[in-house]
């Protein structure tokens, strides 16, 4: 049986669509061929030269043996399951089980399979004091997936101090290891220390692999197994995008024609990208995009000694639900924004809208439909609006959601990003500009370091304080 | 006692801040002082003219009662709550929710106070299918609140007809008014007369008052009542509010100096405003001001025979969350964003960060510790790198979060739109564009209908289809 697929649709994008002012003609898109070809090349030379190393994730027998050992081990004595991890280390977490569980799981009492499942990827007070009034009496059924890449993630640490007191108190520190699983690149950073002398199951990110590149690797793998998500699936569908965006033919390629064509907007002053998928369940695929678009492609460089900057602005949205809060400006506003739909074909479930009464005849239209038909009218008629004030749009079909289709979709934007990486000619796999909020937390938390050159961190540290104290001028 | 406060900081936009190049000179905001203040006035006449009746909402004495009133009558019977509503009347509700409710609320078992809650402002079958799998043999304590303002909007009264005849099956059909109360205008829409007919407990929302101005309605008020929040406390912090937005001195005006700069920023090329939360509580009334500032400001208008399209792009942040997804972007890429942070000063609960063991002396700095002093110092590292960059920052800063003091953001939010709207000259309480892609969906679900001068509503339903058809030609 062919398993389910997505597709990618530019159609919409096109001059013929839009008209030729906004939209691309054909000589434009000959011109994105001739420019993105060697692209094709190139990156597949990176890949096999090894520099790529996110590439090889859905081949790897080993890691998905690994995790699904280690969840053998725990799963039976598992109720909750709770991520510490932020932003590579939790976006791609949430954006699996969005898409591959039920929307009531976590509310579900006899109808859930699989443990209860949250993700913090925060450090407010409230949030996590509110959790750990819940998980009180809780504690001894709950394992806990401690995850960072560089393994001194400032607020990850914070928490897993947090619930390692609380562990150790109530069971002993040796119960540590019936609770925590740390995943974390296994270079003796701190956190990998920590797990190494308590002894904790430990899975490994490889080291080349970047946060936002990270969510097929055991980051990813290991919560999703957990909480019962077909991983082999996952990889497999991930494995058969591959094949499609190292396909040579520019006009075959998914992920070389969607980043040459978001590389065309944004140079016409389409500065805007605007994710919207007509589905719940892929409703966190887009802020996980978010993270991979913002932090791969907002770079700054230089060119011919000046300083360019340079990053489409990605958003989130949600079809239907921002049709009523954001679609005036999408259609009224400036022309500033790409628009990519995601849409379903074919939903597991389907309810039939019912009969209105009598009194409400302008309601009877709906009776009898399927909420799917609806929805995805409301995505065509929304499309159509866009398409009738010459926004260019393009979408991305699924079969269904499945574990394949979001294998594939993963790998579909990851390839995307480095294209787009090449076409803007900047490095997509850094993060410099992260670094200063970082290092001034650490100096205004008491962290002893050269963080400025001529300055103590203490100095420092009041500087950081005089510029961001509310100044009672500026006070209303 | 003197209640908690917000305040409005505007330090951090100022050219002293992030240079003249970027930042606002004495002069610049001495010109902006002298465009807004006529404004002032005339806001306070609309006003006075009963012409922006959103204004006179906090001081109703008769919505609180009646809002109570039903309160009472089905609280006892309550233990989950359910809100039927998209848009206006669905985001505040939320926001709401999010920052007065604890974290866990709906997990909690024993110690939940009030119903479990949810909102429902998709239509999206997965997502409702699941819901109504969980509610099947608990339907007898749940309330239903339907809210539309116009009556007949198609995906909450879609809804709305699924629990109906899930009700009157189980139930009998007048069972509905126990379980069902509808908030919406009194003017004979499908919606009320099918309430009027059934005898469902009715709210009304005033007639001239917009879907995204309609909180301090029955629309927000009467599920967070439901709920246990003390809306007597937030209509009071509204009312607060009031006295300062429409103080004729621009300077001592939030509302007026914060859409002031605002307008400055939009019209030196910074389209995009990010609001930055950093409390997990105030994440959704971010969300809530998207579709404030989006809906009110996207509009397009006449210019000497030319059209113009305005509107800035609002985009919802949460902080130290996007510290790690966006923060690359916000430094290094384009500096057309204008920042606007929440802040929170003191929080209900703040757990202290327990100590690294000795093998990790690299963490042991965030010892003892509360989450609030590293959530805080993050704000700041945050900001101070971004004011490195030269990126305009306004604090909106909290004494705490309360039902006081998130009436005052919101009224705050609101004339600050009345007031943008102004300076942009465009109407701020309407939404036009909307219209193309309700009557589209309608006639592609085949109700009749005149929609397009010329067509049946069937040739305008297969043209719709022919613009949006997946042509084989542009798939990959």
């Known amino acids: 049986m062919p398993r389910s697929q997505i597709e990618f649709y530019y159609g919409n994008v096109m001059a013929d669509a839009i008209g030729p002012k906004h939209g691309i003609t054909a000589r434009q898109l000959q011109a994105l061929a001739k420019r993105t070809s060697p692209l094709i090349a190139k990156l597949n030379e990176e890949r096999r030269a090894g520099n790529t190393p996110y590439r090889d994730l859905p081949y790897s027998k080993e890691t998905p043996q690994r995790v699904k050992k280690v969840v053998a081990e725990l799963k039976d004595k598992c109720e909750n399951f709770v991520v510490l991890g932020i932003g590579g280390s939790a976006l791609g977490i949430i954006a699996l089980q969005t898409a591959l569980k039920p929307y009531m799981h976590n509310i579900y009492e006899k109808k859930r399979t699989g443990p209860r ?5 925060n450090v407010d007070p409230s949030q996590f004091a509110s959790f750990l009034h819940w998980i009180g009496n809780k504690l001894g059924k709950t394992v806990f997936n401690v995850i960072s ?7 990850t640490i914070s928490q897993f101090m947090i619930i390692r007191r609380l562990l150790s108190r109530r ?3 040796r119960s540590l290891r019936k609770h925590v699983v740390v995943t974390t690149c296994f270079n003796h950073n701190p956190l990998h220390r920590i797990a190494t002398n308590a002894a904790l199951p ?8 970047g946060g936002r590149f990270s969510v097929l ?3 990813g793998l290991f919560s999703a197994a957990m909480c019962g998500i077909d991983i082999d699936s996952l990889l497999a569908g991930a494995r058969d995008m591959d094949k499609k965006v190292s396909r040579k033919n520019f006009y075959k390629n998914p992920a070389a024609i969607n980043a040459a064509i978001n590389y065309h907007f944004y140079n016409r002053g389409k500065k805007i990208s605007v994710m919207m998928p007509y589905s719940y369940a892929l409703k966190d695929l887009a802020d996980w995009y978010r993270q991979l678009w913002a932090e791969s492609l907002g770079k700054a460089k230089n060119l011919k000694g000046r300083l360019v900057h340079i990053g489409p602005t990605p958003v989130r949205a949600l079809g239907v639900t921002d049709q009523h809060s954001q679609v005036q400006l999408y259609r009224e506003g400036p022309n500033d924004k790409l628009f990519t739909f995601l849409q379903v074909n074919s939903f597991d479930k389907d309810p039939k809208i019912g009969a209105a009464p009598r009194c409400a005849p302008e309601m009877a239209f709906l009776a009898g439909n399927n909420l799917s038909t609806l929805l995805n009218n409301e995505k065509k008629a929304t499309e159509y609006a866009l398409l009738q004030d010459r926004r260019p749009c393009l979408t991305v079909l699924f079969d269904k959601v499945d574990e394949y289709t979001v294998g594939q979709f993963i790998y579909l934007y990851e390839v995307t990003t480095s294209f787009a990486g090449a076409l803007f000619k900047i490095n997509p796999y850094n993060q410099p500009a992260v670094e200063l909020g970082k290092q001034a937390t650490f100096a205004l938390k008491g962290k002893q370091g050269d963080y400025k050159p001529g300055y103590t961190y203490q100095e420092w540290a009041k500087e950081i304080c005089s510029r961001t104290k509310i100044d009672k001028n500026f006070r209303v």
């Open 117 to 121: 499942f949250f993700v913090f990827d």
């Open 171 to 173: 069971f002993g520190a």
């Open 217 to 219: 690797t055991p980051v």
């Open 149 to 155: 890449r560089g393994g001194q993630t400032a607020e």
């Open 202 to 209: 430990c899975l490994e990110i490889p080291a080349g692999v």
